[in-house]
C-alpha cells in the first residue's frame, strides 16, 4: 500500500512537472527581429559620404562642406545608468589620408528602444517592436523641445548609393508644412543589420519678406560601404 501511495505521488509530481514545462514553453517570448535595424555589434563600422550646407545670417553667406566619414562601434561599457551600451567612434580624414577619431557617440538597445547620444545628447532612434505609423517622442530623455518621430515604409527593400537592402524602414521627424519663418526636417533610414545608411537634416530660418534662407544648414550622411 505505501508502495502505491509512494507511486502515485511521483506519477502526480512528474505530471506537475511535465505541465510547468509546456507553461513555461508557452510563455517564452519570441525573438523581435525588428532589433535588427539597430544593430550593436562591436567591429560593425560603416563609411558615409557627407555633405552639409550652412547659411550664415552674420555675414550672409553660404557655406559648402564634403568629406568622407568613418562610424565604428569599438566596444561596450556599463553608462551611467548602470546598462550596457556600445561606444562609437566617428572619424575623419586628416591631410594624411589617415582616419582620425574626432567624435565618441554611444549608443544603448534594449527591447522598447534604441537610444543614441550624439554630442552628449540622448535620442530615441527607434521603439520596437517597429510598426508602420507609430509614432513617439526622439526627445525624450534629453531637455530640447519635444520632437514627435514616425515609423514608415516598414520592411521595404531599398537600393540606395550602389548599395541593395532587403528589408528597411524610415523614420521620419516632425514632418510638417514650411512657413514663412522656418522649416524643420529631418529623416533617417535604417537596414536590417546594418543601421542608419541615410541621414537628413534641414534647419532652415526665412527672410520673411523675400523667403531667401538666411540662416541655418542641411546635413545629409549617405553610406557608401560597410564591414560587419
Same mark, same amino acid.
Given at each position: 500500500m505505501k508502495n502505491l501511495i509512494l507511486s502515485g505521488l #511521483?506519477?502526480?509530481?512528474?505530471?506537475?512537472?511535465?505541465?510547468?514545462?509546456?507553461?513555461?514553453?508557452?510563455?517564452?517570448?519570441? !525573438?523581435? !527581429?525588428?532589433?535588427?535595424?539597430?544593430?550593436?555589434?562591436s567591429g560593425l563600422t560603416r563609411y558615409y559620404n557627407v555633405d552639409s550646407v550652412y547659411w550664415d545670417s552674420f555675414t550672409n553667406t553660404r557655406d559648402t562642406v564634403s568629406y568622407p566619414l568613418k562610424e565604428t562601434i569599438a566596444g561596450t561599457f556599463i553608462d551611467n545608468q548602470g546598462r550596457l551600451a556600445q561606444r562609437i567612434e566617428r572619424f575623419k580624414l586628416d591631410i594624411? #589620408?589617415? =582616419? !582620425?577619431?574626432?567624435?565618441? =557617440?554611444?549608443?544603448?538597445?534594449?527591447?522598447?528602444r534604441a537610444e543614441k547620444v550624439e554630442d552628449n545628447i540622448r535620442f530615441v532612434k527607434l521603439v520596437f517592436s517597429i510598426t508602420? @505609423? !507609430?509614432? =513617439?517622442? #526622439? &526627445?525624450?530623455?534629453?531637455?530640447?523641445t519635444p520632437r514627435t518621430y514616425e515609423h514608415a515604409s516598414v520592411g521595404i527593400p531599398?537600393?540606395?548609393? @550602389?548599395?541593395?537592402?532587403?528589408?528597411?524602414?524610415?523614420?521620419?521627424?516632425?514632418?510638417?508644412?514650411? &512657413?514663412?519663418?522656418?522649416?524643420?526636417y529631418a529623416e533617417e533610414k535604417?537596414?536590417?543589420?546594418?543601421?542608419?545608411y541615410f541621414r537628413y537634416i534641414s534647419d532652415l530660418e526665412f527672410n520673411f519678406?523675400? #523667403?531667401?534662407?538666411?540662416?541655418g544648414f542641411i546635413y545629409t550622411e549617405k553610406l557608401t560601404s560597410y564591414t560587419p
Open positions: #511521483g506519477f502526480t509530481l512528474l505530471l506537475f512537472i511535465s505541465s510547468c514545462k509546456k507553461d513555461d514553453e508557452t510563455f517564452v517570448s519570441p !525573438i523581435d !527581429i525588428t532589433l535588427l535595424y539597430f544593430p550593436i555589434d594624411g #589620408g589617415n =582616419w !582620425i577619431i574626432y567624435k565618441v =557617440w554611444s549608443s544603448h538597445r534594449n527591447a522598447q508602420n @505609423g !507609430i509614432t =513617439w517622442n #526622439g &526627445n525624450a530623455y534629453n531637455t530640447l531599398d537600393t540606395f548609393n @550602389g548599395l541593395t537592402f532587403s528589408e528597411t524602414v524610415l523614420v521620419k521627424e516632425d514632418d510638417e508644412p514650411a &512657413n514663412l519663418l522656418n522649416d524643420y535604417y537596414a536590417k543589420n546594418i543601421g542608419c519678406i523675400s #523667403g531667401d534662407t538666411v540662416s
